[in-house]
């Protein structure tokens, strides 16, 4: 099984809020950017805690609005399988591709479910994404816990990045 050397998380969002004359001091400009609570959490890699060694990368498509992802045969990035068991979720990100209808339910699966939002799940909205970063706190892959549901409407796509560390 492949390896992964580093993994970067930025959080950003930004945007330029313009203000009218009445609302501004004399001398300040009526721009002003909002972006202070954007950070990069530190680089993570083989030798960080907590240590990154592997990933799901993958484009998820519904069928008949649902999908599986099985963790101890989960797709890797060359076409092949990858068995996830004994590692733990370091963090998840995904995202819808439909623009403008259809939400997303990841959660667990009714059997063997892995539950890397909680038994509860999340929605992700058109064109919406979510990430999560437990940093070890979740379940550790197994016969127990290793199927992600994905449910929506048709065939629905999204794209999926999990990365895990080894036990």
Same mark, same amino acid.
């Given at each position: 099984m492949s390896t992964l050397s580093n993994g970067l998380v930025q959080q950003n969002m930004s945007c330029v809020e313009t203000f009218s004359a009445s609302e501004m001091p004399a001398a300040g400009s009526p721009s002003l950017e909002q972006n202070q609570f954007n950070r990069t959490l530190p680089t993570l890699t083989a030798s960080t805690s907590p240590k990154l060694s #592997? /990933?799901? +990368?993958?484009? +998820?498509? @519904? *069928? /008949? %609005?649902?999908?599986? @992802?099985? @963790?101890?045969?989960?797709?890797?990035? @060359? $076409?092949?399988v990858q068995d996830l068991t004994g590692y733990k979720l370091v963090g998840i990100q995904i995202t819808n591709? &439909?623009?403008?209808?259809g939400t997303f339910t990841i959660g667990g699966a009714a059997s063997n479910?892995? &539950?890397?939002?909680? *038994?509860? $799940? *999340?929605v992700v909205e058109p064109g919406g994404s979510i990430s999560k970063y437990p940093h070890l706190?979740? #379940?550790? *892959? $197994?016969? $127990?816990?290793?199927?992600?549901?994905?449910? %929506?409407?048709?065939?629905?796509?999204?794209e999926?990045?999990?990365?895990f560390a080894a036990p």
């Open positions: #592997a /990933a799901v +990368i993958s484009k +998820i498509t @519904l *069928v /008949a %609005g649902a999908y599986t @992802l099985d @963790l101890t045969a989960a797709p890797n990035r @060359l $076409g092949g591709r &439909e623009p403008t209808n479910p892995y &539950e890397p939002f909680g *038994v509860a $799940g *999340v706190t979740g #379940a550790t *892959v $197994g016969a $127990g816990a290793k199927n992600v549901k994905f449910a %929506g409407t048709g065939t629905q796509q999204c999926l990045t999990m990365w």
